[in-house]
């Protein structure tokens, strides 16, 4: 609750003025206002225009040249409305005349405009010139008349542009954004600590709102439009700064935190650990194994990611992590995104642990009522040690004995969301999340920021590259002989379906016609399997043992084998509709094979057409296996929100700031925030603001 002191000061911040208190908004305008998120004179004021024109110089109709933007001052000396041949399509033509000359000027279905535009009226047209048999013209030109208002925030200058909010219309806009502008004053509250402004060299924060959205004449309309001008990159600096500051405080105050339990390691533990060790560890894995021991030695809880690519061996290492846990009476827990995924680390973890004296369970949605009834009982009394499962592990009624390590695998989208799930259930263990979807940079510095990073560098050893095929569908026959050479040799091969959620059914019937006639007419010598994900979770189990096993040689399936799955004697995918996955969906489904030591091939045959995206992403793929580069191009093509994809994405709502554009200004805020949070030294406004405004501004939920 704010205290009456601090909601005098509230109100009295001309910012927070509701914009329905400007001249000239009124209730409607508001209202419109409001559903584009714009309540008070700040929400609009950082809603910076997204593009500028420089209209301040005017060109004679003479001097245009076809294929440039131009602005003309004219008069109109002729318009009519022409209906075409095709119902109801209308044209306006006007002729727009100077002392240098005539254009014309084309307006397509805004038959409207024969009202405004009226013969002998002064206008602004802003435009492309075009070239076509006649002659030049405009096409669809901006206008602004010059007999209505003639303030100087729309002509002569460079010209801001906003996004359109509902009928408030762009000149509207600026001139409310003018109104704005005066109505705070010369004197506004900035929350970037005095001295770290001045280090930087970042301009105070009135004079940045004032230049982002009326800047000087002379100001370079391309930097402007690449939002590197001072005040466009200090408005961008504060709101990235302000969001790492919410970030280093909380990550501050777990720092402060303790377990309720201490977890301590010696050489017996180390003893424990050799002793189920079925290889060497790689020195990635030693180096990662270490940070993450050193972390749980500590007396608050970790909060660590763990990235390695497809393939590097993070699971071992999470594993070690449970015994050091296990060793110090706690239990563990091992969460799997899919039930597929978990049952194999079920089944992985138990094989290892079978010389100990931990007892491994396995808990997904399909265990059945008596037994998860019994199983309950085992958590609750602390007789299972390692329990392994779906994400409901944390979610659902269970309740552990003594929980000192969650390990969360291949989940780049448990965020702080999950994480205060934890809390909220008065669980503080230790908290380790796997990912083989390398983070690029930018993304890291979200939702992750409050985390500690350890990175598994390398592959284990004896690793065979994996050739990357990209092929037109119609060359399916030659694939199929790649296939058969694979699989005389021993070899096994994945079959990959896209299942998109609208056509399901489609897409279920063409994998299953497909594995009918990959068994029946290509490869009758071999055994073909279908796994999908509408099939019981036995027939699951089922398919995926045999494959295993070997005993299915080829596997027709749709992206539930997408992560995690690990069957070394694949060596072969052919992924059908490659055009139609993501890149990193690609990158995770691709890093199914090489595991083993032979080569391995990926195909990703595409239908035509394709789009360029998806070209582009085809060729991604085939350039490289790395996946950190993979990472960074998925997300320059897709942008940061379809990476993560939406949902619980933990992604902040940024007014002025771009997570791929502005990289460099989110790391350097990064790091200020840091160290000013570290240091101890956040101002009396700054901790109201990480304190209490922080979730709201960036729209981040908060429990607790
Ligand atoms: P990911 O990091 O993708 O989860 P996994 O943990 O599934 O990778 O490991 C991939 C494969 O590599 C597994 O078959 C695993 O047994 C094997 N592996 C892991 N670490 C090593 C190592 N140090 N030496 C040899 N093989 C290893
Ligand atoms: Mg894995």
Redesign the pocket.
């Given at each position: 609750m704010a205290s009456s002191s601090e909601r005098a000061s509230r109100e009295l911040d001309p910012l927070l003025t509701p914009l329905q208190f400007l001249k000239g908004v009124g209730p409607r305008k508001s209202a419109d206002l409001k559903r584009a998120g714009l309540v008070t004179v700040e929400d609009l004021l950082y809603r910076l225009p997204f593009r500028y024109e420089d209209r301040s110089r005017m060109q004679p109709i003479a001097t245009l040249r076809p294929g440039a933007k131009a602005a003309v001052l004219g008069e109109i000396k002729s318009a009519n409305v022409v209906v075409t041949r095709r119902r109801g399509f209308k044209i306006f033509h006007a002729v727009l005349g100077d002392a240098s000359g005539a254009i014309r000027c084309t307006w397509m279905n805004q038959p409207f405009l024969a009202d405004i535009l009226k013969p002998h009226l002064a206008v602004i047209v802003f435009g492309d010139v075009k070239l076509d048999s006649s002659g030049l013209h405009f096409l669809n030109p901006e206008y602004e008349l010059m007999s209505d208002d003639q303030s100087a925030v729309r002509t002569g200058r460079i010209v801001p542009f906003y996004e359109k909010t509902g009928t408030v219309t762009p000149n509207m806009q600026r001139r409310i954004v003018r109104q704005a502008l005066d109505h705070i004053g010369e004197d506004v509250r900035d929350l970037l600590p005095a001295d770290l402004r001045q280090r930087l060299d970042l301009m105070p924060r009135r004079q940045a709102l004032e230049e982002a959205h009326f800047p000087d004449a002379d100001a370079a309309v391309e930097t402007l439009n690449a939002f590197r001008t001072p005040a466009q990159r200090r408005l961008i600096f504060e709101e990235f700064f302000l969001y790492q500051a919410g970030h280093a405080w909380r990550r501050h105050a777990a720092s402060a935190e303790h377990k309720p339990f201490a977890v301590a390691v010696d050489d017996r533990i180390r003893a424990s650990a050799a002793q189920v060790l079925?290889?060497?560890?790689?020195p990635g894995?030693r180096e990662a194994l270490k940070e993450i021991v050193q972390n749980m030695c500590r007396p608050s809880p970790m909060h660590r990611l763990l990235q390695?690519?497809?393939?590097?061996?993070?699971?071992?290492?999470?594993l070690l992590a449970a015994i050091v846990a296990m060793e110090n009476g706690l239990q563990a827990a091992f969460m799997a995104p899919t039930e597929i995924l978990a049952v194999q680390h079920f089944k992985?973890l138990a094989r290892l642990l079978a010389p100990t004296r931990f007892r491994v369970d396995l808990l997904t949605g399909s265990t059945p009522g008596l037994q998860k009834h019994t199983l309950l009982a085992h958590i609750e009394r602390g007789t299972t040690n390692l329990l392994v499962g779906t994400h409901a592990l944390v979610q659902e009624q269970i309740h552990f004995h003594r929980l000192g390590l969650v390990v969360i695998?291949?989940q780049h989208r448990f965020g702080v969301a999950q994480r205060a799930a934890l809390q909220a259930k008065g669980l503080r263990p230790d908290v380790l999340l796997?990912t083989?979807t390398p983070i690029p940079r930018t993304l890291a510095l979200t939702d992750y920021s409050e985390l500690d990073v350890s990175r598994?560098a390398g592959?284990?050893?004896?690793?065979r590259p994996i050739r990357t095929w990209v092929k037109p569908e119609s060359r399916r026959d030659e694939i199929y002989q790649l296939m058969r050479e694979q699989l005389d040799a021993g070899r096994q091969a994945y079959v990959i379906y896209p299942l998109v959620e609208e056509s399901e059914k489609i897409d279920l019937r063409s994998a299953t016609e497909m594995a009918d006639h990959l068994q029946n007419e290509v490869f009758p010598a071999f055994r073909v399997a279908l796994l999908h994900g509408r099939m019981k979770q036995d027939a699951k189990d089922q398919v995926m043992q045999a494959f295993v096993a070997g005993a299915v040689h080829v596997l027709v399936s749709t992206t539930v084998v997408e992560v995690?799955v690990?069957v070394?004697n694949a060596s072969i995918m052919v992924v059908e509709h490659a055009e139609r996955f993501g890149l990193s969906q690609l990158h995770q489904l691709r890093?199914r094979v090489g595991?083993?030591v032979w080569d391995s091939h990926c195909v990703l045959l595409y239908q035509s057409p394709w789009t360029d995206d998806a070209r582009e992403r085809l060729k991604a793929m085939s350039d490289t296996t790395d996946g950190f580069v993979i990472a960074e191009r998925d997300l320059a093509l897709r942008g940061p929100g379809d990476f993560f994809g939406t949902r619980q994405s933990g992604l902040p709502q940024l007014r002025t700031g771009d997570l791929v554009r502005d990289q460099a200004i989110m790391e350097e805020a990064h790091g200020e925030a840091r160290r000013l949070v570290d240091a101890d030294a956040l101002t009396p406004d700054l901790r109201t603001f990480v304190a209490r405004d922080w979730p709201q501004q960036f729209g981040l939920i908060e429990v607790g």
């Amino acid at each position: 609750m704010a205290s009456s002191s601090e909601r005098a000061s509230r109100e009295l911040d001309p910012l927070l003025t509701p914009l329905q208190f400007l001249k000239g908004v009124g209730p409607r305008k508001s209202a419109d206002l409001k559903r584009a998120g714009l309540v008070t004179v700040e929400d609009l004021l950082y809603r910076l225009p997204f593009r500028y024109e420089d209209r301040s110089r005017m060109q004679p109709i003479a001097t245009l040249r076809p294929g440039a933007k131009a602005a003309v001052l004219g008069e109109i000396k002729s318009a009519n409305v022409v209906v075409t041949r095709r119902r109801g399509f209308k044209i306006f033509h006007a002729v727009l005349g100077d002392a240098s000359g005539a254009i014309r000027c084309t307006w397509m279905n805004q038959p409207f405009l024969a009202d405004i535009l009226k013969p002998h009226l002064a206008v602004i047209v802003f435009g492309d010139v075009k070239l076509d048999s006649s002659g030049l013209h405009f096409l669809n030109p901006e206008y602004e008349l010059m007999s209505d208002d003639q303030s100087a925030v729309r002509t002569g200058r460079i010209v801001p542009f906003y996004e359109k909010t509902g009928t408030v219309t762009p000149n509207m806009q600026r001139r409310i954004v003018r109104q704005a502008l005066d109505h705070i004053g010369e004197d506004v509250r900035d929350l970037l600590p005095a001295d770290l402004r001045q280090r930087l060299d970042l301009m105070p924060r009135r004079q940045a709102l004032e230049e982002a959205h009326f800047p000087d004449a002379d100001a370079a309309v391309e930097t402007l439009n690449a939002f590197r001008t001072p005040a466009q990159r200090r408005l961008i600096f504060e709101e990235f700064f302000l969001y790492q500051a919410g970030h280093a405080w909380r990550r501050h105050a777990a720092s402060a935190e303790h377990k309720p339990f201490a977890v301590a390691v010696d050489d017996r533990i180390r003893a424990s650990a050799a002793q189920v060790l079925p290889f060497k560890l790689t020195p990635g894995q030693r180096e990662a194994l270490k940070e993450i021991v050193q972390n749980m030695c500590r007396p608050s809880p970790m909060h660590r990611l763990l990235q390695g690519d497809v393939g590097a061996g993070k699971t071992i290492v999470a594993l070690l992590a449970a015994i050091v846990a296990m060793e110090n009476g706690l239990q563990a827990a091992f969460m799997a995104p899919t039930e597929i995924l978990a049952v194999q680390h079920f089944k992985t973890l138990a094989r290892l642990l079978a010389p100990t004296r931990f007892r491994v369970d396995l808990l997904t949605g399909s265990t059945p009522g008596l037994q998860k009834h019994t199983l309950l009982a085992h958590i609750e009394r602390g007789t299972t040690n390692l329990l392994v499962g779906t994400h409901a592990l944390v979610q659902e009624q269970i309740h552990f004995h003594r929980l000192g390590l969650v390990v969360i695998d291949e989940q780049h989208r448990f965020g702080v969301a999950q994480r205060a799930a934890l809390q909220a259930k008065g669980l503080r263990p230790d908290v380790l999340l796997m990912t083989a979807t390398p983070i690029p940079r930018t993304l890291a510095l979200t939702d992750y920021s409050e985390l500690d990073v350890s990175r598994i560098a390398g592959l284990p050893p004896g690793r065979r590259p994996i050739r990357t095929w990209v092929k037109p569908e119609s060359r399916r026959d030659e694939i199929y002989q790649l296939m058969r050479e694979q699989l005389d040799a021993g070899r096994q091969a994945y079959v990959i379906y896209p299942l998109v959620e609208e056509s399901e059914k489609i897409d279920l019937r063409s994998a299953t016609e497909m594995a009918d006639h990959l068994q029946n007419e290509v490869f009758p010598a071999f055994r073909v399997a279908l796994l999908h994900g509408r099939m019981k979770q036995d027939a699951k189990d089922q398919v995926m043992q045999a494959f295993v096993a070997g005993a299915v040689h080829v596997l027709v399936s749709t992206t539930v084998v997408e992560v995690g799955v690990d069957v070394p004697n694949a060596s072969i995918m052919v992924v059908e509709h490659a055009e139609r996955f993501g890149l990193s969906q690609l990158h995770q489904l691709r890093g199914r094979v090489g595991r083993g030591v032979w080569d391995s091939h990926c195909v990703l045959l595409y239908q035509s057409p394709w789009t360029d995206d998806a070209r582009e992403r085809l060729k991604a793929m085939s350039d490289t296996t790395d996946g950190f580069v993979i990472a960074e191009r998925d997300l320059a093509l897709r942008g940061p929100g379809d990476f993560f994809g939406t949902r619980q994405s933990g992604l902040p709502q940024l007014r002025t700031g771009d997570l791929v554009r502005d990289q460099a200004i989110m790391e350097e805020a990064h790091g200020e925030a840091r160290r000013l949070v570290d240091a101890d030294a956040l101002t009396p406004d700054l901790r109201t603001f990480v304190a209490r405004d922080w979730p709201q501004q960036f729209g981040l939920i908060e429990v607790g």
